[in-house]
């Protein structure tokens, strides 16, 4: 039995191990390096095969194969078990442990430590796919590996720290980590040294408006390294803000802004200098808000930034929305919208006029969704334009309006400009005033078919804005033929799910809303996958009005949202919460990121359709307290 055998192999090997008294530490005991190397590839082990058969990883058959394959191609064990897809990086590591008798690190959970991440530094990290964890008080340096028998590694290492000792990692794990702790930040450092004793020389530098062209000035340095993380970190805005003794820098990643830098207080205004020049702006203006656009390329993609500049009681605080031009477009059916949604939606998407809205708070996805929506609707029999505000994605055979409120140009010009070209189709990106919503509801009405996107808490609430803004209920009622409200939840991490025990509190709201609860409750508990966050990933919440016979008349007899909501709910509408709800109870978010996102204390009562919870930078965990049920009975 090869269980058997890979059992008396390992039994076998721990005993000489032990006898031998050796770990994997190299460079303490005073030996050459190249002695204790060899001293270490020469230990009998069992074969890493053995292991991952006696790890029920593996069949006899499996190992037999990559056996052949490795005498055909020369290719290494390892490496064919890894591309055929055999084993995980994970069970590799596991089964490397055992094999070398070398202690698994817990990657997924250790932090590691500062003085390891410097002592290894960032170039030999990289280049031998190793991570450095922490020092022993012996001054051993603990490094992560998946090469355990990587000499040229080994040696460097030794070289470099004096004294290391290895542990076994996945090497995706190890990768990650590599990323996480040497990110271009860790780089800025130095630059950030090197500005502040330029400065401490030139004490008029920080009022001065001369700017450094030099591409290798610090400050240059800095601003590009924070773009740079910014944009590997997947952030979608960053905030550089100055605070009384420093300038805080944050990245909003999936929504929730997490710290990425402090820097010296006194970087903040040369900062906001170098910025304003990169996006047109006027440097010499320090109180008005201002804003601007400019492009970079990062990693060979070209970045659109757009640039907000607001002065506060501490300097400017910068605000930049990154815009990655090269993202590659979701289509409808990736949005997550259920499949009894989808098909109304595009009923009405399709129709020759009328017009479909969207609504959420800021960054809840509308313009994914309406790009989504876009590629369903674009082909060659339609005269498809778009008016937006910036554009953020060019489509091919789309005439796309860029308008600029700063400098002049509305959303109202522009769809009187478009509406004169004979458009079939107008994406319109934001309705914000009287005259855009006018203007859009008779473009509607006289054979366009009109998407766009409108503030409102929810699909109700937005026949309501539309009426508030003056428009009479009759136009409102025949030029709107959908609304789709809708938030992004952030998903529970895979990585560290874990059970507990949900509050009563908890249980009465989702049964309040879906009529039942989950027999078991998960959330993430925080790892370093998720930034100690337990969220990674978002996830849209959709509920879609359709305004048919009924409501139409409902809107038309100036009925109240609440009326209104009832009759869709009666008619089919599933609610943002209900959906929001569902998701807890197939376990992908939590009770705990509906209360942020989507629930809204007496939402239901809400007739004016006003906004009443922003997504914020709410801490994951807080859990705020839980509002009196005042909800929809199921439908
Ligand atoms: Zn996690």
Not at 11 to 28: D, I, L, P, W, Y
Not at 243 to 254: A, L, N, Q, T, W
Not at 522 to 540: A, D, K, L
Request: proline fraction near 5%; charged fraction near 25%; hydrophobic fraction near 40%.
């Amino acid at each position: 039995m090869p269980r058997e055998r890979g059992t008396q192999l390992l039994r076998r090997s721990k005993t000489r191990v032990r006898g031998e008294g050796r770990s994997a530490s190299f460079g303490s005991d005073g030996s050459s390096i190249a002695d204790e190397l060899a001293v270490w590839e020469q230990m009998s082990r069992p074969t890493l095969g053995s292991v991952l058969i006696f790890q029920d990883v593996l069949t006899e058959e499996q190992v037999d194969e990559a056996q052949r394959i490795h005498e055909d191609t020369g290719a290494r064990f390892v490496d064919i078990v890894r591309m055929e897809g055999w084993a995980t990086d994970n069970q590799i590591a596991a089964a490397l442990a055992l094999q070398f008798e070398i202690p698994l690190a817990d990657l997924r959970n250790q932090q590691p430590e500062h003085e390891a991440i410097d002592r290894v530094g960032e170039e030999l990290a990289r280049r031998h796919h190793v991570m450095p964890l922490f020092v022993d008080e012996d001054d051993r340096v603990f490094i992560a590996t998946a090469e355990p028998l990587d000499s040229d590694a080994i040696t460097e290492l030794t070289d470099q720290c004096r004294r290391i000792g290895l542990l076994i990692g996945a090497q995706n794990d190890i990768d990650r980590l590599i990323e996480q702790s040497y990110t271009v930040l860790r780089s800025a450092v130095e630059h950030i040294k090197a500005f502040e004793l330029v400065d401490a020389e030139e004490e008029a530098a920080e009022e001065s408006d001369t700017l450094a062209v030099d591409e290798n000035a610090p400050i240059v340095q800095v601003v590009n390294r924070i773009l740079m993380q910014g944009v590997r970190a997947r952030a979608s805005d960053i905030h550089i803000e100055p605070h009384e003794h420093f300038v805080r820098v944050r990245y909003r990643i999936d929504g929730a802004l997490t710290e990425a830098i402090q820097l010296p207080r006194r970087m903040g205004a040369p900062i906001s200098s170098r910025i304003k020049v990169m996006a047109e702006l006027n440097i010499v203006e320090r109180r008005r808000p201002q804003d601007g656009q400019f492009s970079v390329m990062i990693d060979k993609r070209p970045v659109d930034v757009r640039t907000s500049v607001v002065g506060t009681v501490h300097g400017e605080k910068i605000v930049l929305r990154l815009l990655d031009k090269t993202r590659s477009l979701i289509g409808l059916n990736e949005l997550g919208m259920p499949p009894d949604v989808v098909e109304p939606y595009l009923e009405i998407v399709k129709a020759p006029l009328g017009m479909l809205l969207c609504t959420g708070p800021t960054g809840s996805g509308k313009t994914t969704t309406l790009y989504a929506t876009l590629t369903q609707v674009n082909d060659d029999a339609r005269n498809v334009v778009t008016i937006e505000d910036p554009v953020e994605y060019q489509f091919e055979g789309v005439n796309q309006m860029p308008i600029s409120e700063a400098s002049g140009i509305t959303f109202a010009e522009g769809l009187r400009g478009i509406l004169r070209q004979d458009p079939d189709t107008i994406l319109l990106g934001e309705i914000r005033d009287v005259e855009t919503a006018r203007i859009a509801t008779q473009a509607a009405l006289t054979g366009h078919f009109v998407l766009s996107s409108l503030h409102a808490v929810d699909a109700v609430s937005a026949l309501h804005r539309f009426t508030d803004m003056g428009i009479e209920p009759f136009l409102v009622a025949s030029a709107i033929s959908g609304v789709i409200g809708q938030r992004l939840l952030r998903r529970t991490c895979e990585q560290c799910r874990a059970v507990y025990t949900p509050t009563s509190a908890d249980v009465d709201l989702i049964k309040a809303s879906i009529g039942k609860a989950p027999d078991t409750w998960t959330r993430g508990v925080g790892c370093n996958e998720c930034s100690g966050t337990g969220y990674n990933g978002r996830v849209g919440v959709y509920e879609l009005l359709r305004v048919t016979d009924e409501i139409r008349d409902e809107i038309v007899n100036k009925a109240t949202a609440r009326e209104i909501r009832e009759t869709a709910i009666a008619q089919g509408m599933r609610t943002m919460q209900q959906e929001a709800f569902r998701l807890v109870y197939e376990g992908v978010t939590t009770v705990d990121d509906v209360v942020r996102s989507v629930y809204a204390p007496g939402m239901d009562s809400n007739d004016d359709g006003v906004l009443m919870n922003e997504p914020d930078d709410i801490p994951a965990r807080s859990l705020k307290p839980v509002p009196e049920p005042e909800m929809e009975v199921p439908a």
